[in-house]
């Protein structure tokens, strides 16, 4: 039997995302583009300041500046609050992006040390904040916490959370990479999330389906500091247009489309949740994303998952994540292609799932 992401790549639809991500995302993106427009110069001209200055009043920050990636936005963002609190200590969730998937960069290229605030499994709280040992300089909040089916607190905690720092000196960094996917859930806009932040990143790849890029938004001064912090770390590439382009393009496309993704996001859930032996983690999703959890070894649902995507042509997931308790789990995060599935073929899929032997 083919392996499991062999399966998945072989199915005519995916329950996640928004479809391949192949050359088509930039020919559609590029399609009405006038070919006489002149590109971006080392971080200068109107494709990219008039994208900077647009997003900046999205998030309601005085300025804004895109980078090539949100490893390297994120990284300096907490470099500049280090330094004004001349403290390199910075608190953050243990499953971060920055802890886990970035091979030690913030401590190898920043000396910053990492404080992590909480138990892997529960989301950072006030009085986690409250209990630190050691003073920070910053703390950074992801939200939706992704490593934990991206699950979020409440507003009103974000609320005491950010008048809390603000008290107390210490400044508060928003990890928004899915920011755009959790406003159906608060029914606030990006402007009364991103005000309780001191700094807030965006990615334009994640939810929204774009090529790459990411914004960094904040005061003016700071987002001076992280302009000169970028051509450190090699981030004005002679021209960054190809990203900015299809990030605008993608970001009007799919802006709107996010409650749709929601309320997809949860009647799925139920759809797993009704299935003995799995459940999904949130049970009810409040964004976009959730993980789809089975109570049985990876060993025993790799083939029925491949089973199920050769029968159906619906794939469900490329690959299973071994959990310390033996179980294990995919991560679902809904786009345009879960509006592709013939309904037919997605009961199909819960049929089987129902039935798992």
Request: aromatic content about 10%.
């Amino acid at each position: 039997m083919q392996d499991l992401k062999e399966s998945y790549q072989n199915t005519t639809y995916k329950l996640g995302h928004h479809g391949p991500r192949n050359m088509a995302l930039l020919k559609e993106a590029f399609e009405n583009v006038d070919a006489n427009m002149e590109s971006d110069i080392y971080g200068t001209g109107s494709i990219i300041e008039d994208f900077q200055t647009k997003i900046a009043t999205v998030l309601g920050k005085e300025a804004a500046v895109f980078f090539p990636s949100g490893t390297m936005a994120q990284q300096i963002a907490l470099r500049i609050w280090a330094d004004k609190k001349q403290n390199p200590k910075i608190g953050y969730h243990p499953l971060s992006h920055l802890e886990i998937h970035e091979q030690d960069g913030l401590r190898e290229l920043q000396h910053i040390e990492p404080i992590l605030l909480c138990d892997a499994d529960k989301l950072i709280t006030l009085e986690d904040i409250k209990a630190l040992d050691a003073s920070v300089s910053c703390v950074l909040l992801e939200l939706p916490q992704r490593e934990i089916g991206g699950q979020l607190p409440s507003f009103e905690e974000l609320e005491e959370i950010s008048q809390y720092c603000r008290e107390n000196g210490i400044q508060l960094h928003l990890d928004g990479a899915r920011l755009w996917e959790i406003i159906p859930y608060y029914q606030k806009s990006t402007k009364e999330i991103s005000a309780l932040f001191d700094s807030v990143y965006v990615s334009f790849y994640k939810g929204l389906g774009g090529i790459a890029g990411a914004i960094l938004a904040g005061d003016e001064d700071f987002v001076k500091e992280a302009k000169v912090w970028k051509r450190r770390y090699g981030g004005d590439l002679i021209s960054l247009y190809p990203y900015i382009l299809s990030a605008d393009y993608y970001y009007d496309k799919r802006i709107g489309k996010m409650g749709q993704y929601y309320e997809a996001a949860k009647e799925l859930a139920g759809r797993f949740n009704a299935c003995s032996g799995m459940s999904t983690l949130p049970e009810v999703p409040v964004s976009n994303m959730f993980h789809v959890y089975f109570d049985e070894s990876a060993e025993v649902i790799e083939p029925i998952l491949a089973k199920i995507h050769a029968e159906t042509g619906v794939g469900c997931s490329g690959y299973l994540q071994v959990k310390p308790d033996g179980r294990c789990a995919f991560e679902l995060s809904l786009g345009d292609a879960i509006t592709e599935v013939p309904a037919e073929k997605l009961a199909q899929v819960f049929e089987q799932l129902g039935n798992m032997k």
